[in-house]
Every structure is written in C-alpha cells, then in structure tokens.
C-alpha cells in the first residue's frame, strides 16, 4: 500500500461548489503540506502543518482552507470553486524540517 | 523572493548517454535542495536530498551536486535508459524558519531507444 494516498484522485466540480480534498499518510511523520501544480508554473506550496495544532499558510493560501483531523490526516478545502483552481494538487509529508519530502499521487481538480 | 530555474526545459538525447540538468536558485540561504522525479499521470518521486552543508549525493546511475554560494545544482545521469524519460524537478527548502519547498518548473527529459 503507498505511504501517502490521496483522495479523489480526480474530480470535476462547477463553479460555486464547495470540495474537499484529502490526504492520508501511514509514515508517521509529523509534517504535511499541500501543493498545486500548473502547466507553466510549477508547484506552490498552499498549506503546511507541524503537526495537528499547527496550520501555516503557504505562498498561495487564498480561497482554500484546511484541518489537520489527526497526525495522520491533512484535507483541504475550497469553500468555493472557480475555474482557476483547476489545477493537480498533491500532498506531501516530512518527518521534521529539512528532512526529504514524500509526495502523494495527486489530485486533478476541473472547475468548470 | 526565492526563484529556482532549470535548464533546458526540455532535452531529448540517445539512450547511453551521460548527461547534465541544471539548477540555480537566487537566495542561497537554504537548508537543502531536494531532486525529484515525475512520470506523467503520476506523483513525485524523490531521488536524492543535498543538506546545505553537503557537496554530493549520488544514488545508482546518479549523481547530484550542490554549490550553495553560487546558487547553483546539477543533477548527472550517467549511461542513460529509456526509462529515465520523466520530467525532473529541483526544489529548495528556505532556511529561516520557514518551510515547504520551492520548485523549478522541470526538465522534460526524453531518451530515445
């Protein structure tokens, strides 16, 4: 079974539509991130947490949201949907600062 | 603001060859630089991690260096195979406290049978 499983691994929504993505680690790190990625522009970092009471907003928070529901769980949500957050997200998890990321499957997100 | 390049973009040589990605970044304050690689449809794959305090690293067929006072890394791929093909990421981690990485756009490697 992979380490990070993320969920839905595809999704299209309409404009307005409230989504959640989720993430899943079984590697017992501490740190989680969510990414996006875009053609042309590359990941950027939206959220990490340290660990579940420690949320840290990213180079592009705006228009999402997130919860750490357990060391192990880290969602993101977009309480409302516009085409330009179409895009793959992906999250990762680290076992303390500095050390190696490891990155889920990702998620391609469509906002029509 | 911390901007991590990659050169080429995208390169396509024969297979067995060795060859050369590059990466610079413009504030050299970080903690490590982390090569990745993606095959499409997929996730990331982690290949090697340099700490700032590191030269080298090399795992197998590859080898990645880091000059941190320059700005700059190069990831060497020695005797390349077809399966290699993927695109190849470069990402930075910030030193200061803060953290997440910081990625170049790639290098879309091809390598012909």
């Known amino acids: 079974d992979a380490d990070v499983t993320q969920t839905p691994r595809n999704r299209i929504t309409k404009t307005g539509k409230r989504i959640m993505l989720e993430c899943s680690q079984t590697?017992?790190?501490?740190?989680m991130y969510w990414y996006r990625q875009d053609p042309g522009l590359g990941l950027r970092l939206i959220y990490y947490?340290?660990?579940?009471?420690?949320?840290n907003k990213g180079e592009i928070s705006d228009g999402y949201s997130v919860s750490r529901q357990a060391q192990a769980k880290f969602s993101l949500s977009l309480e409302s949907a516009i085409p330009n957050q179409t895009a793959l997200y992906f999250c990762?998890?680290?076992?303390?600062?500095?050390?190696?990321?490891?990155f889920g499957p990702g998620t391609r997100l469509t906002v029509t | 603001k911390q901007e991590v390049t990659q050169i080429p973009a995208a390169l396509s040589v024969p297979e067995g060859e060795n060859l050369v990605l590059n990466c610079s970044f413009t504030?050299?304050?970080?903690?490590?630089l982390q090569w990745f690689r993606q095959d499409p449809g997929k996730g990331l794959t982690s290949l090697l991690l340099i700490q700032s305090s590191q030269r080298e690293q090399t795992s197998g067929r590859l080898n990645a260096s880091l000059d941190k006072s320059s700005g700059r890394s190069t990831l060497y791929i020695a005797a390349s195979q077809p399966g290699d093909s993927a695109t190849y990421l470069c990402a930075v981690a910030p030193g200061g406290g803060a953290d997440g990485l910081t990625f170049g756009k790639g290098t879309h490697l091809i390598i012909q049978p």
């Open positions: 947490s340290f660990d579940v009471k420690d949320i």
């Open positions: 990762a998890t680290s076992e303390g600062f500095s050390y190696e990321q490891y």
């Open positions: 504030d050299s304050a970080i903690y490590n």
């Open positions: 590697k017992g790190h501490d740190r």
